[in-house]
């Protein structure tokens, strides 16, 4: 059955442009990113709403379990269509700093406290060339699953688009990212900054994290197209992995 996250619209949130200042480059317009589909038709995606609405209602188990890989899956494919080779996709595993579910400051999280569980998030690594010509990261994404909870009927509902759009949940794993990337940069895994991305349900959020400010919105804003898009044959994946590390090992 296909994917029932890559028939939602995993569209990053608008972010409002900014002036470039003398110390930024020259604005070269906004950060562009593809969200892939992939249904031939109207129909196709209304099948898959409601074949997932009927799991949602009478398997929640087997309803969360779905939702839980095909977020995961769907995250990675998004990365591979943005980031084709020669990038190298790599999955770190599960997110070690807390996020907490009453949008408490995470320094502030003692155990017992409410928080989401590290089996509901993924970590994923882009390595690639850099805009100043080395190999190293250039983006590195998260994925959290937000709590579950049951709709009018009883059953469990796919997550809307845009219901997690500049929440406080959002911001909350935001943080809780950040914090990974700093601790990341201060052990040395991470040489620099990166492209970061947040996707919590079917929503995401696109950031540029430096070691010295943090996360900050891309000067000229972002764009993000529907797109339908052809796989990757693994011969191409396997030879753009080849090159990478080969430039890398020199």
Not at 233 to 238: D, G, I, K, R, V
Request: charged content about 25%.
């Amino acid at each position: 059955m296909t994917n029932p996250f890559l028939c939602l619209l995993c569209g990053p949130r608008p972010k409002e442009k900014k002036n470039v200042t003398k110390t930024q480059s020259p604005a070269q317009g906004p950060r562009e990113f593809i969200n892939p589909d992939p249904f031939e038709s109207e129909a196709a995606f209304e099948a898959v709403k409601a074949h997932m609405a009927n799991v949602g209602r009478d398997h929640p188990e087997r309803f969360k379990t779905v939702v839980r890989l095909g977020a995961f899956e769907a995250a990675r494919h998004w990365l591979e269509v943005n980031y084709p080779p020669p990038h190298i996709i790599e999955t770190l595993g599960l997110c070690p700093v807390p996020i907490p579910l009453d949008n408490q400051r995470i320094q502030d999280v003692r155990p017992g406290d409410a928080i989401i569980p590290t089996s509901d998030t993924q970590v994923y690594m882009v390595v690639g060339q850099r805009e100043d010509g080395d190999v190293g990261v250039v983006a590195m994404k998260m994925v959290v699953i937000p709590p579950f909870e049951a709709n009018s009927e009883g059953g469990l509902s796919m997550p809307k688009a845009g219901q997690y759009v500049d929440t406080p949940e959002m911001k909350t794993a935001e943080n809780a990212f950040l914090m990974f990337l700093r601790g990341a940069y201060e052990m040395e895994q991470l040489k620099s900054g990166c492209t970061a991305i947040i996707a919590m349900g079917v929503d995401m959020s696109i950031i540029e994290f430096t070691p010295t400010e943090g996360m900050e919105e891309f000067p000229d804003g972002i764009d993000a197209v529907m797109r339908k898009v052809l796989g990757i044959s693994e011969e191409e994946s396997a030879a753009g992995r080849k090159k990478i590390k080969e430039r890398n090992a020199n």
